[in-house]
């Protein structure tokens, strides 16, 4: 079993509508999770972190989680072509403060249509 | 407000050759990490440096590969007698200090090994 995992996709949305990425990790133990945006030819950008269960919004993205479910999400409101990326899932791997490397899923590509 | 600076951005060379990539960190952050990324994959961590010390260095594959950051700014990864398999995009991540905190990247180094 992968420590991070997401769907590959590609997820296809038409222009306006919800996109929901989601990402399974293994560590029970993990504290804080992050989704990074890569376009194409580009480096990750960080978009959302998020530390408690529940939901967190910021703008039109909302990130949730469930740690019991060991389950994190991304949800894009009002879907625009722009935001056609492969999004990337982070799991922060504490170990107790011996280190704070991420682990990444594989990166679920959305293609949003106009 | 500067980001992450990586130098150089493409790096071409030759099976065999000795290799040095640069990362200069946000101003203020103590923490900084190599990730290799794939295509296809997700960045997958190399060595994660709190101040001048590396904390964590189990990412990297193999004695071939080695990073330094003596006054605690500036990183090095150093990569000596290169492989075709060691072909990826080199990125560099900094953040405040450990402890969760949000990691951002550089634009990375492409390094292709002919």
């Known amino acids: 079993q992968k420590e991070v995992e997401q769907n590959s996709g590609p997820l296809s949305v038409p222009e306006g509508a919800i996109a929901s990425l989601n990402c399974t990790y293994s560590?029970?133990?993990?504290?804080?999770f992050f989704w990074y945006r890569q376009y194409s030819g580009k480096s990750p950008e960080l978009i959302m972190s998020?530390?408690?269960?529940g939901d967190k919004e910021d703008g039109r993205f909302t990130a949730q989680l469930n740690k019991a479910s060991q389950y994190v999400s991304l949800l894009i409101r009002d879907s625009q072509p722009s935001d056609s990326a492969t999004y990337l899932c982070?799991?922060?791997?504490?170990?107790?403060?011996?280190?704070?490397?991420?682990?990444f899923g594989t990166g679920t590509l959305l293609a949003v249509q106009p | 407000g500067a980001g992450v600076s990586q130098t150089p951005s493409n790096k071409v060379t030759e099976k065999g050759k000795y290799v040095e990539l640069r990362c200069d960190p946000i101003?203020?952050?103590?923490?900084l990490y190599w990730y290799r990324q794939s295509l296809g994959q997700g960045p997958e961590f190399l060595i994660y440096?709190?101040?001048?010390?590396?904390?964590?260095d189990s990412g990297l594959p193999n004695d071939r590969f080695f990073a330094v950051r003596p006054e605690g700014s500036v990183s090095t990864l150093k990569i000596q007698r290169t492989e075709r398999g060691d072909s990826a995009v080199y990125l560099c991540?900094?953040?405040?200090?450990?402890?969760?905190?949000?990691?951002?990247f550089g634009d990375g180094t492409r390094l292709s090994i002919l």
């Open positions: 440096f709190q101040g001048t010390g590396a904390a964590d």
């Open positions: 560590d029970r133990g993990s504290q804080s």
């Open positions: 101003s203020g952050h103590t923490a």
């Open positions: 991540a900094s953040s405040r200090r450990q402890g969760y905190q949000p990691q951002h």
């Open positions: 982070a799991v922060n791997m504490n170990y107790g403060g011996a280190t704070n490397k991420l682990i």
């Open positions: 998020i530390y408690s269960n």
